[in-house]
């Protein structure tokens, strides 16, 4: 999926609303407009607003919400514990994006999904995968995996940069990927993440041929080939970005 800012026009988000709904069906679930929807690190709400404007009750939750409101809620944490502000059974659908590589307490933002889904509800997880090439958010080769301060040294020294880091010196670059890799970013192996999602969910299905299918990116191209070939769109998946549906 192409990135785009969290600030933007909320109908840039409208393609990913497409997305959900084309992968949900494939697993026999049709997003309606009688169902209540969770964006599960919401950021600044961009993809609330466009679930909203397409006339869907969407809400949305974060550790750091700037306009908190009715349909934009803080996630109370404590103890490296997160608690949805929502009651039990709310939801038919919780997705998150770029979401959960942030987690620390995986567990725990499971049992809370779970908690806050009706009994028959689902919910869709898009993730940056450990063994990217190039990580997303330092833009460093495979710092999902290799972490250690001599590699981030080294990019740096050769000119890496994310686009907040422009114009810094190297030394400084690489302290911060260090700092910003060891306490915001959990990377987990893909068996990792499935074995604990399936400790909160009856069914938890690897969707990666499903997003490509639904794709509105270049990824969308492979979808025919992935149809006739399951490996390719487990490859995409391992080394691009990770979709998982989970059910209760």
Not at 5 to 32: K, M, Y
Request: proline letters at 7%; glycine letters at 8%.
């Amino acid at each position: 999926m192409p990135k785009v800012s969290e600030d933007a026009d909320p109908l840039v988000f409208v393609p990913d609303v497409r997305l959900h709904q084309g992968i949900l069906s494939e697993f026999g679930r049709h997003l309606t407009a009688d169902w209540t929807i969770l964006d599960f690190g919401c950021g600044h709400g961009g993809m609330v607003q466009a679930y909203r404007l397409l006339g869907l009750q969407a809400f949305g939750a974060d550790v750091k919400v700037e306009r908190p409101g009715e349909w934009l809620r803080p996630i109370r944490t404590a103890a490296g514990t997160y608690t949805l502000p929502f009651d039990d059974g709310t939801f038919d659908f919780v997705y998150s994006n770029s979401v959960l590589e942030h987690v620390e307490d995986l567990d725990g933002a499971m049992a809370e999904i779970e908690r806050v889904l009706k009994p028959d509800g689902t919910s869709l997880h898009f993730f940056p995968p450990r063994g990217r090439p190039i990580e997303p958010h330092v833009f460093v080769p495979l710092a999902g995996m290799l972490r250690a301060r001599p590699w981030l040294y080294l990019w740096a020294f050769v000119g890496v940069r994310n686009p907040f880091q422009k114009g810094l010196g190297f030394a400084r670059v690489a302290r911060s990927n260090h700092a910003y890799l060891h306490s915001q970013t959990f990377y987990r192996s893909t068996r990792d993440f499935t074995s604990r999602m399936r400790r909160h969910f009856r069914t938890v299905v690897l969707a990666d041929r499903q997003m490509i299918a639904h794709s509105y990116g270049r990824a969308r191209r492979l979808a025919g080939p992935a149809r006739l070939l399951p490996p390719l769109a487990a490859a995409y998946g391992a080394l691009h970005q990770r979709c998982v549906f989970c059910a209760k």
